[in-house]
């Protein structure tokens, strides 16, 4: 019995020990300040737990927030005030008055006003400053402000980058070496079809299965044909190489469709299981350090494109859109 009793003693005692933290990653070189712009939307304190409290391995805290928000946008007006005590009160977050006196506070940038319109505006002085930035969906508004976000990164030196978490799903990279260009003729990506006021349609959620969607099939739609069924809103976009990737829109009737699907000469393959936050905000840390954007820019023009010939096709009666009407 005093044999049992002692071996029971050293095993409380060794569960007790605190597990050693795990150790940075290679491109974890050194601490990161991060600041906020835009406390409107719930990735606030879901990214800044992952960040401040859950990997701090990864060597990015974010230290300072400005609250931006949009008074006619209910869904900005109604949550900013929320979502900036969050991180302030469980994080520690200093909450300061403008993007000036952020970027004096911090070294990296998380762009995440959920309104797409003052993103073009609010990203610039960062851009300028040479601060590398992480814009949340929606890149912007309007194809144009997309283009104009791109393209001051490229004059400014100073990289950024953009995406949905649905981008960084685990099951994404055997997925995309399945839908590679000889092997599958089809990709379907799924995801809830939920509008915001002031954007094109597939601009707030069909993002989320557009970006799913991209990284799958890459670059490379030529033209988009866009219609609605009793269940779901369909874009289907035609690749150069022959391929076909459609967005499906759920529209909360029936069982929803895999996040990503692909067919080829062997039958179908489907993803499994939620995205989460945490392969997203990891990646947003790893282009922290290095200076690397995991989504290469034109890619994310092209997925706004993608979505602007949507609705241009959606206000046509279904009929089809080259993407090259929209760069003359």
Known sequence: MKAAALAMTLSALLAAVPAAPPAPPDWATKDLRAGIIGTDTSHVPEFT?????????????????????????????????????????????????????????????????????????????????????????????????????????KETGTPFFTASSYRFHPDVPKLRAAAAAGKATKVQASSPFNTLAHHPDLFFYGVHGVEALYAAMGLGCVSVTRKTTADADITTGKWKDGRVGVYHGTLGKGQAPPLLRVWDEAGTTDSAGAAGYGGLVRAVAEFFHTGRPPVDPAESVEVFEFMTAAQLSGERGGAAVPLADLRK
Request: charged share 30%; aromatic share 4%.
């Open 49 to 153: 737990k992952l960040l401040n409290q859950t990997h701090p391995e990864w060597r990015v805290k974010v230290v300072a927030a400005f609250k931006g928000g949009s008074p006619d946008l209910p869904v900005s007006a109604d949550r900013v005030e929320k979502f900036a005590a969050a991180v302030r009160d469980d994080h520690a977050v200093e909450i300061v008055g403008s993007i000036d006196e952020l970027l004096r506070k911090v070294d990296v940038v998380l762009l995440e006003s959920v309104d797409g319109r003052p993103h073009l505006a609010q990203v610039t002085p960062v851009l300028k400053a040479g601060k590398r930035v992480f814009v949340d969906k929606p890149l912007a508004a309007c194809l144009a402000d997309a283009r104009a976000i791109a393209a001051l990164s």
